[in-house]
């Protein structure tokens, strides 16, 4: 009996596909892969529109935003819908903690709801930026890292701007947001 189990032959070895079945089942995995792209961009698309661009007057990229969805950050004062306008590139200063010496960086976005003050700020940035480098060189590290010490640092920005307005001229901004704070 023992005989009989070693003489019997072993089963034959099972054939895969080989080069053609390979390459049939790349294809149909591209394909399947192909469709969920094309299925999801599509998707992505309806459910996240691309606003409308427009070059700006100084060759900048812009989006169009439309009154309806712009106004929905009115409060009383100017009129019109929210206008912003980022200062770029964000403010980079260092001081000194202790024996350690430390950099804010802050990213900073004025508000208005005149485009004739959004237009003043922006003609008159490099007055803007320089007070607002050298109002916050000489900050303390504790300071800054308090919710009132940051406010207290927007408050003093934001009447530093409205003072460059004043002295040109401009018509007055309505509020400085922080949109992004990091002290290292």
Do not use: C, W
């Amino acid at each position: 009996m023992a005989d009989a189990a070693e003489d019997t032959p072993p089963p034959p070895p099972k054939k895969s596909g080989g080069f053609m079945g390979t390459l049939i089942n790349g294809i149909g995995i591209f394909a399947l892969t192909l469709g969920a792209v094309i299925v999801g961009g599509s998707i992505n698309a309806k459910l996240h529109p691309l606003p409308d661009m427009q070059l700006d007057k100084d060759g900048k990229i812009k989006a169009i935003v439309p009154v309806a969805a712009a106004g929905h950050g009115e409060e009383g004062g100017g009129g019109g819908a929210v206008l912003y306008y980022a200062i770029d590139p964000p403010l980079v200063v260092n001081f000194e903690d202790g024996s350690v010496v430390r950099f804010l960086q802050i990213s900073m976005e004025v508000m208005a709801h005149d485009q004739k003050a959004i237009d003043s700020v922006q003609k008159n940035i490099p007055m803007i930026r320089n007070n607002l480098l050298l109002l916050m060189s000489n900050r303390n590290y504790q300071s800054m890292m308090s919710r009132e010490g940051k406010e207290k640092l927007r408050a003093e920005a934001l009447a530093e701007i409205r003072a460059v307005q004043k002295k040109v001229g401009g018509p007055d901004v309505e509020d400085l947001l922080f949109t992004s704070f990091v002290v290292q």
